[in-house]
């Protein structure tokens, strides 16, 4: 088993910046690639960003792409969201996931673990 832990949320205001971090715990393996999602009240859960298992690819969703930027720190078992000029629209309660495989995912059903999520509000 894994455990994800997230942290970092909070409330901002709008322009603002955020940064996530989730830490990896168990039974884990730099070679599995890791994601960010987010869910809005009363909305699915929405795929955010995703890193494969050595940092070295990435991929983003059209709506945080030029703002948020993904890393990963296998020394730590740690990946990070880095949000920038946030909008009132990406507050989200927002979960790390990890993928028992080494390549990058758009979707949630890939994805094996799941941290707790922490919340993100962007006052306008």
């Known amino acids: 088993q894994v455990q994800l832990v997230e942290s970092g949320g909070g409330l901002v205001q709008a322009g603002g910046s955020l940064r996530l971090a989730c830490a990896a715990s168990g039974r884990t393996s730099s070679s599995y690639a890791m994601g960010w999602f987010r869910q809005a009240p009363g909305k699915e859960r929405d795929f955010v960003s995703a890193?494969?298992?050595?940092?070295?690819?990435?991929v983003y969703a059209d709506s945080v792409k030029g703002r948020f930027t993904i890393s990963r720190d296998n020394a730590k078992n740690t990946v990070y969201l880095q949000m920038n000029s946030l909008k009132p629209e990406d507050t989200a309660v927002y979960y790390c996931?990890?993928?028992?495989?080494?390549?990058?995912?758009?979707?949630?059903?890939?994805?094996?673990?799941w941290g707790q999520g922490t919340q993100v509000t962007v006052s306008s």
């Open positions: 996931a990890a993928r028992r495989r080494p390549g990058t995912s758009w979707t949630q059903y890939d994805y094996d673990y």
């Open positions: 890193i494969n298992w050595s940092g070295g690819s990435t």
